[in-house]
């Protein structure tokens, strides 16, 4: 992704990005330099680069025409990273004051490998006892600082062989809470999560097999094969789901 890109998800119009980026790259500009080396329009430049001013990006040296320099880039981002860690901070505490936790017993669905990724990470970041988990050997590094950083006695880690079950994705976190799904294809792909008790206890049973985890807790047993057929019957299921909805789109 291009610079410019990048710099209007931080919240800058077109413009804005490509005046700043231009002076980034050729130095100090009037107005009128900047609308003959950019995109930005003639009749607009010199209201760009206020803009870019009053937001602190640009620094102006008086003058007819005046000049204006892109400020460091470093400075930059270290105030953008400032006031969104202060935001973030600000929004965190007035939603604890209002969110409840999901209701006990029951299941939901996650879609999309993202998503299901992310509360996977924060699931193990917030474990206390155990963490038992099957995943793709591709998806680990996603889950491997919060592994790191959760603080309990060890885990078990199974890394599937098969190429059928290399989409799926089972977790049991302090014999609780439950994910099992898939993570093929990217944006469609679906977990169910929760504390419903036959979930629990599905997995729960499955983790507690020798046959599907050869590893000792605290270590990561890579390459070793689960053998329950409803793993590899639910990756049927998805990848049969998931070529039924493709069809019907393309047909």
Avoid at 52 to 65: K, M, S, V
Avoid at 161 to 188: F, K, Q, S, Y
């Amino acid at each position: 992704m291009h610079a410019r890109d990048l710099l209007q998800q931080l919240g800058l119009n077109k413009y804005e990005a490509d005046g700043y980026y231009t002076l980034l790259s050729e130095g100090p500009l009037t107005g009128y330099e900047l609308g003959k080396r950019s995109s930005v329009p003639l009749s607009r430049s010199y209201d760009v680069l206020e803009r870019l001013h009053a937001r602190g990006l640009a620094l102006r040296q008086p003058g007819d025409p005046p000049k204006y320099a892109a400020q460091d880039y470093r400075r930059f981002l270290a105030d953008m990273r400032a006031a969104s860690e202060q935001t973030f901070d600000s929004l965190a505490e007035a939603l604890q004051t209002i969110a409840g936790p999901l209701p006990e017993h029951e299941f939901w669905v996650l879609r999309g490998r993202s998503a299901i990724l992310a509360w996977l990470s924060n699931a193990i970041a917030d474990a206390r006892q155990s963490v038992d988990l099957v995943i793709p050997a591709a998806a680990t590094s996603f889950v491997a600082d919060a592994l790191r950083a959760a603080p309990i006695a060890g885990h078990r880690i199974v890394v599937p062989r098969r190429d059928e079950e290399n989409l799926v994705v089972l977790a049991l976190i302090d014999d609780r809470t439950a994910l099992a799904g898939m993570l093929e294809p990217a944006d469609h792909c679906q977990a169910v999560v929760g504390g419903n008790p036959s979930l629990q206890a599905l997995l729960s049973a499955y983790f507690a097999s020798p046959a599907a985890l050869s590893g000792s807790p605290g270590n990561e047993s890579s390459g070793t094969q689960p053998n329950a057929d409803w793993v590899a019957w639910e990756a049927r299921k998805q990848r049969r789901l998931w070529d039924k909805a493709n069809h019907a789109r393309t047909a």
